[in-house]
């Protein structure tokens, strides 16, 4: 019964069209009237108790950095370096969204931001230059899920915080999963490439090659400073998001100079609306989360998976089969917040790695972000493309199938993912 009414009323909120947050207390108001537990007081405490952690600190900073680089112009010097290495090859605007969306993500870790940078500054030169809109659409679109995955990733954080798993664990877990994102796109775009008849550009010069390097290097210093301060121990995730916030800051004001005193009031305030959406979504959830232990629901689907527990490559194609159908009408984040007190215990019993299934989990709502109807990015890249949604989404499904390929090939071969963690510990 509690299962069903936890269902009907989150859906049924949803569906009337409630945000997302509101549809997660309204959840959790049903679920205290059904278990006679219902107190205004605990309500209000746990949703206070939600947004009251240390960990959570990093996603206003890493939030701000991206909003500071996008007007400081760290993002357009990012895209010029590419552009200038492989932008002569054919199919060269492809190879530079794929490189400049993997650079962007080691900055901002977030994928609308992400894809919205990228697909303002390149899809405009695809489409002058005879590229078919809907292909480049869906490349752009499925490298800015990368962003999720490479450090520093936000859905980590929020994993992380409501698992209790190691942030900076999951960090340089995603490092090799990330890498390999790019490096499929890659193929599959080369390889449709080949077979269309795409303008290429003149190849750049060696000094050009040296100017944009040099414009660009305090752009690249960015990720290599906080994946070294992780790995060496020098600053945690959350420190690690003042760090890259700051050090934007200065590039921007003094460096680039392209970002006035002026413009900071406005970049605050879109960082702090954003910040805002997030957190409410983790505090509302942590009132669901408390009521899902409390009616013993991670009990109830062990029960219901328990056949499986002895064979984890089983449970987790089952696991994440039903993750990818929800990630379809679901967004990433409350998707994470929802099902990840519910199947914590699950993988923990069945003996997976937590690290390990964070990264696939992640993976997984990731490529909600493109799946139609429901997908943030793919609604991002419609509207920067100005494509039919239809079209979009057809342009998207080839990109979208290889990630899940992807992610398949990381349930049978967990070393992939294990293997490179361990190195990088």
């Not at 039919?388 to 990381?410: D, H, R």
Request: aromatic share 10%.
């Amino acid at each position: 019964m509690i299962v069903v009414i936890f269902l009907s009323v989150l859906l049924g909120a949803i569906l009337l069209g409630i945000p997302v947050a509101f549809s997660l207390l309204v959840c959790g108001i049903a679920l205290m009237l059904q278990l006679d537990l219902f107190d205004s007081q605990i309500l209000a405490q746990h949703l206070v108790s939600g947004a009251d952690s240390f960990s959570l600190m990093a996603i206003p900073f890493f939030i701000l950095a991206g909003e500071i680089m996008n007007e400081g112009g760290l993002s357009k010097r990012i895209i010029d370096l590419p552009m200038k290495l492989v932008g002569h090859k054919r199919g060269g605007l492809g190879f530079v969204a794929i490189i400049a969306a993997m650079i962007m993500a080691s900055l901002s870790g977030s994928a609308v931001a992400d894809t919205a940078a990228v697909a303002a500054m390149l899809l405009p030169m695809m489409k002058t230059t005879g590229y078919p809109v809907d292909k480049s659409a869906g490349l752009i679109g499925t490298a800015g899920i990368i962003a999720p995955i490479i450090p520093p990733s936000i859905p980590f954080i929020v994993f992380g915080v409501a698992s209790g798993v190691s942030i900076t664990k999951l960090f340089l877990a995603g490092i090799f999963p990330g890498v390999m994102m790019g490096v499929m796109l890659g193929l599959l775009w080369w390889w449709q490439a080949k077979r269309l008849n795409l303008m290429t550009f003149s190849k750049a010069t060696k000094e050009e090659l040296c100017i944009s390097f040099k414009n660009s290097i305090w752009a690249l210093l960015l990720p290599v400073i906080i994946i070294g301060g992780f790995r060496s121990g020098i600053f945690t995730p959350t420190e690690a998001g003042v760090v890259a916030a700051f050090y934007a800051l200065i590039v921007s004001l003094f460096v680039y100079r392209e970002l006035k005193i002026k413009d900071l009031y406005r970049v605050i305030l879109a960082a702090a609306k954003t910040t805002a959406v997030v957190m409410f979504l983790v505090a509302a959830a942590n009132v669901t989360g408390w009521l899902i232990t409390v009616a013993e629901l991670p009990q109830i689907m062990t029960e219901f998976l328990e056949p499986l527990i002895d064979n984890p490559t089983l449970l987790l194609i089952v696991i994440m089969i039903s993750v990818f159908i929800i990630g379809m009408v679901m967004d990433l984040t409350p998707t994470v917040l929802i099902l990840t007190p519910v199947l914590m215990p699950l993988v923990e019993e069945a003996g997976i790695d937590p690290v390990y299934f964070g990264v696939l989990f992640i993976l997984n709502t990731s490529i909600g972000l493109i799946t139609p109807p429901v997908g943030n990015v793919l609604n991002v890249i419609t509207g920067v493309s100005k494509l039919p949604f239809e079209q979009s989404a057809k342009g998207i499904l080839p990109y979208m199938g290889m990630m899940v390929i992807l992610l398949f090939l990381f349930i049978f071969f967990p070393s992939l993912i294990l293997v490179p963690l361990q190195w990088m510990l």
